[in-house]
């Protein structure tokens, strides 16, 4: 079983509407989980972290987390055509192992 | 400026030949990271560091080596017994003890020749 597996996608919206991604992770101990985005043949960058039950907001991005279903998810509200790009989910590991796992990723595709 | 470099950016191996990738970060991070990505996927987890003089595996450590002699540095060693090494490389750095992101560096694309 992997560690982080996401939706594998792709992920086809049309501009200005909702794209969801959705993310478990395998261990329990995982302390806290991150969003990044990466455009083609660069490295990634970081959308939005969470390491508490619920929702956190950032601009027209959403992260949910819900540990007891070991389940993380993103929303892009409003997507734009400059979101299109790849998205990956990380799980760092629980205190005492600094393990940093990804998940293959979900490509998105904003239609103008 | 604090961040991560690694070089180069582009380099190309003949087989056989054992090549070593650079990562060098000026952000005081106890934890680096080597990854693997190939077209189309995602991460894979090389070999990490919590700490200087230590490491451990991660999921495709065969054919790789690493060392931590210093905190600022992780060196990777592609070795020839990594058979398909043709890949993105990208290095990461982290404070995971304070829960904050990883940040990446530029990446080395590793082409065999």
């Known amino acids: 079983q992997k560690e982080v597996e996401q939706n594998s996608g792709p992920l086809s919206v049309p501009e200005g509407a909702i794209a969801s991604l959705n993310c478990t992770y395998s261990d329990r101990g995982s302390q806290s989980f991150f969003w990044y985005r990466q455009y083609s043949g660069k490295s990634p960058e970081l959308i939005m972290f969470i390491y508490s039950n619920g929702d956190k907001e950032d601009g027209r991005f959403t992260a949910q987390l819900n540990k007891a279903s070991q389940y993380v998810s993103l929303l892009i509200r409003d997507s734009q055509p400059s979101d299109s790009a790849t998205y990956l989910c990380a799980a760092l590991g629980r205190s005492n192992d600094y393990k940093l796992s990804f998940g293959a990723g979900t490509t998105v595709t904003v239609r103008a | 400026d604090g961040g991560i470099t690694q070089s180069p950016k582009y380099l190309f191996r003949k087989e056989g030949q054992n090549v070593t990738l650079s990562c060098e970060q000026n952000?005081?991070?106890?934890?680096m990271y080597w990854y693997r990505q190939d077209p189309g996927q995602g991460l894979r987890l090389i070999y990490y560091s919590q700490i200087v003089n230590d490491f451990q595996k991660g999921d495709i450590a065969e054919g790789y080596s690493v060392s931590r002699e210093k905190k600022e540095s992780f060196p990777l060693t592609v070795t020839s017994a990594q058979k398909n090494p043709t890949a993105f490389y990208l290095c990461?750095?982290?404070?995971?003890?304070?829960?904050?992101?990883?940040?990446f560096g530029q990446g080395t694309r590793l082409t065999v020749v």
């Open positions: 952000l005081n991070h106890d934890a």
């Open positions: 990461a750095s982290s404070q995971p003890d304070l829960l904050t992101e990883a940040f």
